[in-house]
């Protein structure tokens, strides 16, 4: 480990933007603030960090991080202690400029921090205190802001950070205690768990004080789901805390119908997935401390802690977490039991997963050329989407004897192959609930049917300009008692006609590294076709 204190800042930003690329914990802020005469910036509840906003804009973070100094060795990270590389930190105040100064030529619009831990935990979040503080209130930026969390700092410090960021997260970093034991042994699944916990009960002590409910908004669609897993509070499966609950699929029905995966297994224990915290994890006291005796010259001297009662918001947009999936042994099943339980416990509002980039070598670790996970990954984001928005279960999509994703299938179509006894459905009766269960059928495309199924019939033509996928969605629907071709209701016929469709897009999604960019330059090796090649083409001479 070599510590430059020589790099320019363009060196630095460099280094620490490169090693920051590995964190994927961060989406659209979810919080809206206007922006104020005398102050720089406003924050919207739109996409960021290189997404597209709901009017079309795309949007975009500085993502770096503070340090790549580390005092862990964690096996699976670039920046572990035991990497031979060139180590820098950001001062608080090379972080402000380079922020203000991104955001004034246009270049982003607001601010991803994470850090290496630099000496312990909480000497790392008082130096991202000090540049959050400073952000704030010397350069009066007030645009988003998402900060991550270290595991093990002061919880007072944490309570602080939290009334200057927008979102706040935790990196879960890998799903169960024996995985994290062998891969990160510096860490515990108890101390990460700590300020998931805190943050989640100061998030619900500004709500009430405000007057709205203790749980983060979600989408308006899902009011009308009366077995999202964010109403399932009393009865869950809570891989968490390691209690299982009793709730039956049979039991919940709508007044629109039952719920279509009414016959799916309840779940079994899954001890692997198991994470227990420990009688230790009380609710943080919310009084701001004046941090006698801390180490750091920065919190001491230089910043004033902010007072509770003052009028700023409490991570406004909520707190995510991130997970590593491919570097250990755990299954699609278990991971999303975690998920869910996080949801339901911690009341998150998203989920993330890092397909695992070999970087180390370790006998622990997978081989370096072993290729990232990212189709498992994806269709982990689209079971996920499944979980918040659609009414399903973990237990509903995966059981212990199937306890993995078809790759070739997208989750939704996978569930529904195996549920052909509910299907097909019809448009005109079907309620809101059942039409999320159809493949090619979303939130958007199942509300418009019921909107315009009250003034007219719907046939196919209709469904198509209503946003309906028919390529997936004809083997499951009728219109009026039929279907849009002869279809027979058999899983192996409509497993191939499926997997025939989506045979382009995963390929490229689990072969990435085939790709490259053409030259006009570049034969490829390709030949010429002889003049008789094409006569020979038409005539079926081949």
């Known amino acids: 480990m070599y510590l430059s204190s020589s790099l320019t800042l363009e060196e630095k930003l460099k280094i620490l933007s490169d090693a ?23 924050s919207v509840a739109a996409g960021i960090c290189h997404s597209f906003a709901s009017d079309g804009r795309c949007i975009s973070l500085l993502k770096i991080l503070l340090s790549n100094e580390c005092i862990y060795d964690c096996k699976y990270c670039l920046n572990r202690r035991s990497n031979d590389k060139v180590r820098t930190t950001f001062t608080p105040e090379e972080i402000c400029s380079l922020t203000v100064e991104f955001y004034k030529r246009n270049y982003i619009e607001g601010l991803f921090l994470s850090s290496g831990v630099v000496k312990n935990p909480t000497y790392t979040m008082e130096l991202m205190y000090r540049s959050l503080y ?47 034991h062998a891969l990160a042994p510096g860490k515990s699944h108890e101390n990460i768990l700590k300020p998931i916990q805190q943050i989640q009960h100061g998030i619900t002590d500004y709500r009430l004080s405000i007057g709205k409910s203790a749980q983060m908004e979600r989408s308006s669609a899902n009011r009308y789901l009366s077995n999202s897993i964010f109403k399932d509070k009393k009865e869950k499966q809570d891989t968490i805390t390691g209690t299982f609950g009793s709730r039956s699929l049979t039991d919940s029905q709508t007044a629109a119908g039952p719920r279509p995966h009414s016959l799916t297994k309840k779940a079994e224990t899954a001890t692997s997935a198991v994470i227990r915290p420990s009688a230790s994890m009380t609710r943080p006291v919310t009084t701001p401390s004046s941090f006698v005796g801390s180490p750091s010259y920065y919190f001491r001297q230089d910043a004033p802690s902010l007072p509770a009662s003052q009028s700023r918001s409490f991570v406004p947009a909520g707190q995510s977490t991130q997970m590593i999936i491919g570097a250990t042994p755990e299954n699609d099943y278990q991971l999303l039991q975690v998920t869910q339980s996080l949801y339901q416990q911690f009341d998150l509002k998203r989920v993330f997963f890092s397909a695992y980039v070999p970087l180390n070598e370790d006998s622990n670790l997978p081989s370096l050329d072993t290729a990232p996970p990212l189709l498992r990954e994806h269709r982990l984001y689209q079971a996920d989407w499944l979980l918040r928005f659609y009414g399903f279960h973990a237990e509903d999509l995966l059981d212990p004897g199937r306890p993995n994703f078809n790759i070739l299938l997208d989750p939704k179509c996978d569930w529904a192959l ?50 309906v996928v028919l390529k997936r969605a004809q083997y499951f629907i009728t219109c009026s008692g ?61």
């Open 418 to 467: 195996r549920h052909l006894e509910l299907f097909p459905i019809e448009i005109q009766t079907a309620s809101y609930e059942d039409l999320l269960k159809v493949p090619g059928l979303g939130n958007k495309s199942a509300y418009r049917i019921v909107q315009a199924r009250r003034t007219t019939r719907l046939d196919f033509p209709a469904l198509k300009k209503l946003g």
């Open 20 to 42: 920051a690329k590995y964190d994927v914990a961060c989406t659209s802020s979810g919080s809206d603030r206007r922006g104020e005469k005398g102050s720089l910036g406003n």
């Open 134 to 180: 400073l952000l704030r209130t010397q350069y009066h930026f007030r645009g988003y802001i998402h900060a991550k969390a270290v595991p093990g700092a002061a919880p007072e410090i944490i309570e602080q950070i939290g009334y200057l960021a927008d979102r706040m997260s935790v990196n879960m970093e890998l799903p169960t205690r024996e995985s994290l």
């Open 482 to 542: 039929k279907m849009l071709y002869r279809t027979p209701i058999e899983e192996d016929f409509i497993t191939r006609q499926l997997t025939s469709t989506d045979q382009k897009t995963t390929w490229s999604l689990d072969h990435p590294q085939t790709y490259r960019q053409l030259s006009l330059f570049d034969d490829l090796n390709l030949t010429t076709p002889a003049p008789e090649d094409p006569l020979k083409t038409l005539s079926g001479q081949l």
